[in-house]
């Protein structure tokens, strides 16, 4: 024990682990013990719709290609796009040409089979992991879904789920918001709660970085992608459209994640050219922001880790490498990292006073799920006011930023309808 205390106090780790991550042991605890609710009828239903668009869509890239194949089959699918069908390849394996996410969204401006072998992935993952399989994990004691938390996976401190992975299912899509309807309370009559962050990974980048523009937006609760948008395209925040507004969301993301203009022409659809300059009217706009990702980056070069503002570290060993790759990869992590990182140190903090004070008041309410931003919760009628109000105190005040935090709280009967 003393070995690892000096490990620890050697590194200014032991306050991290001491406030949050050996409190938060018996908050996941008991949130893996309750487990969650799951109706199967909505399941079956689901599953039965997905049958029926997987073989539409298996159809239409048949017809599309000219032949039958293994769509499944990344061999066939190489064979089949860029022999037969003469599509530009932008990327290569050891054993052929890649057919990966990034190749078939570049593919999928050039064609439409494309963006439906994307689409017909995306529907079997779902169909293969959830639909069909969460019914099988039901715990026939308990009856529920009992995933498990763990503390160590994420490089950047997030909790991860898995034996299953919940936190893996789409917010996006039809699909996925149906998927979610299947997730409901435990007990007859109670009713599920949802809490979820607004835009904290942003909030946390104005705090650090300490932009004036950020933070005015911010302090004066303004739609923040507006506002960006209204910047970068020199409009008036009234005539920002929503196509404007949808590549400021794009940029402001974006550049958590270390974008440059490659990654970005790929979101929005237009010249790398037009993607530089919008990032550097952004950067002109938002001067902070870049002052941020150069310091981070310097500093990651320097000690070779990046840290959040609770003194989280991720250690970076490639980030002076000599392969362009390699290295770019770490930056882009050394960029997100302190704001993914304390965004996840924050949730931590909150989850830690909820369950303490729910402990204290001898609630029956339980906390079910956490899912990056969000937590999820399942309470009897009665508790539901004071639940909402204690979720919302404490995820608010977890960490004091220099901008507002917002949280939204929702309720319903199923997890779709609370979130």
Known sequence: MDVLQKGLDKVNLAKLCEKVEFPLIEVLTAIERIGVKIDTDILSDISKELARMIENLGDEIYKLAGTEFNINSPKQLGEILFNKMKLVPTKKT??????DVFVLEELSNEHPIAANILDYRKLTKLKGTYVDALPNLINPRTGRVHTSFNQTVAATGRLSSSDPNLQNIPIRGEIGKEIRKAFVPGEKGWTLVSADYSQIELRVMAHICKDEGLIEAFNKHEDIHRTTAS???????????????????????GLLYGIGPYGLKIRLGISQSEAKDVIDTYFARF??????????????RKHGYVETLLGRRRYLANINSKNAAVRMAEERQAINMPIQGTAADMIKLAMIDIHREMKKRKMNSNMILQVHDELVFEAPRNELKDLEQLVKEKMMNALKLSVPVDVEVGTGPNWLDAH
Do not use: Q
């Open 94 to 99: 050891k054993t052929g040409f890649s057919t």
């Open 231 to 253: 910047k970068v395209f020199g409009v008036p925040p009234d005539k920002v459209t929503s196509d404007m507004r949808r590549k400021a969301k794009e940029v402001n993301f």
């Open 287 to 300: 001067p902070r922001v870049r002052e941020y990702i150069n310091g981070t980056l310097d500093f990651a």
